[in-house]
C-alpha cells in the first residue's frame, strides 16, 4: 500500500535550516509529485510547492521562494525540504502528500505523510 | 493568487441532521481539458492529517462514505454532509489546485449540537 513516513520531530533555533524527509513505499516514485504543506499550531493549511520526482523540477510558493528547497533521492525513494533562515512564524506541522492513483501532478492530496513537527525557538 | 473563502467559521449540527459548507473562489477554477472544477475537500481531525474527501469537486474519494457529497460551478462550491455522524466531528477545507499556487480556505469546524 502507499505510505509516506516523514521525519521526526526537530528543535531549531531562530536562523538556523532544518530538512525533513518523506520516505516513500508501495509504489512507483518517479510517477507521482510530492507536494509538500504546512500548518502552524491551531492555524489552516499553507501550500509551499511541490517536487517532480522523475525529472527534479520544483516549483515553490512564493511565500517561500529564496528559503525552501526541495529535492529527492530516487534510490531510496526519498523527498525532502530544507527550509532555512527559520523564524517561529515557521513553527509547524510539515506535511508532504501525493496526488490519488487517477493523477499524477494535480495536487490533489490524497497519500498524507504523518507530519513533521518543527519548532523554532530560542 | 486564488482566494478560497469558505463559510461558516464554524458550526454545530444535530447528529443525523445536514451539515452545509460553503467555499466560494476568487476566480473561476474550471478546468478547461476536463470541463470540470478543481476543487477538493479535506477533513482533518486533531493530531492527524487532513483525509481526502473530495476532489474535481463532486468526485468522493475511494472509501468516504456517501453522505459526504460535493457540488458547486463557478465559483461556489459546497460540501454537504446529509446525515451527521458523531466521527464526522473535524474541521473541513476546500482547496483550489487550478492554478500553480494550490490555495486552501481557512477551515470550517463542525461540532455536535
Known amino acids: 500500500q502507499v505510505q509516506l513516513v516523514q521525519s521526526g520531530a526537530e528543535v531549531k533555533k531562530p536562523g538556523a535550516s532544518v530538512k525533513v524527509s518523506c520516505k516513500t513505499s508501495?509504489?512507483?516514485?518517479?510517477?507521482?509529485?510530492i507536494f509538500w504543506v504546512r500548518q502552524a499550531p491551531g492555524q489552516g493549511l499553507q501550500w509551499m510547492g511541490w517536487?517532480?520526482?522523475?525529472?527534479?523540477?520544483?516549483d515553490y510558493a512564493q511565500n517561500f521562494q529564496g528559503r525552501v528547497t526541495m529535492t529527492r533521492d530516487t534510490v531510496t525513494r526519498t523527498a525532502y525540504m530544507e527550509l532555512r533562515g527559520l523564524t517561529s512564524d515557521d513553527t509547524a506541522v510539515y506535511y508532504c502528500?501525493?496526488?490519488?492513483?487517477?493523477?499524477?501532478?494535480?495536487?490533489?492530496?490524497?497519500?498524507w505523510g504523518q507530519g513533521s513537527l518543527v519548532t523554532v525557538s530560542s | 493568487d486564488i482566494v478560497m473563502t469558505q463559510s461558516p467559521d464554524s458550526l454545530a449540527v444535530t447528529l443525523g441532521e445536514r451539515a452545509t459548507i460553503n467555499c466560494k473562489s476568487s476566480?473561476?477554477?474550471?478546468?478547461?481539458?476536463?470541463?470540470?472544477?478543481?476543487v477538493a475537500w479535506y477533513q482533518q481531525k486533531p493530531g492527524q492529517p487532513p483525509k481526502l474527501l473530495i476532489y474535481w469537486a463532486s468526485t468522493r474519494d475511494s472509501g468516504v462514505p456517501d453522505r459526504f457529497s460535493g457540488s458547486g460551478s463557478g465559483t461556489d462550491f459546497t460540501l454537504t454532509i446529509s446525515s451527521l455522524q458523531p466521527e464526522d466531528v473535524a474541521v473541513y477545507y476546500c482547496q483550489q489546485y487550478q492554478s500553480s499556487l494550490r490555495t486552501f480556505g481557512q477551515g470550517t469546524k463542525v461540532e455536535i449540537k
Open positions: 517536487i517532480n520526482p522523475n525529472s527534479g523540477d520544483t
Open positions: 476566480q473561476s477554477v474550471l478546468y478547461g481539458p476536463k470541463n470540470k472544477h478543481s
Open positions: 508501495g509504489y512507483t516514485f518517479s510517477g507521482y509529485y
Open positions: 502528500a501525493r496526488d490519488p492513483t487517477v493523477s499524477t501532478s494535480e495536487g490533489i492530496l490524497a497519500y
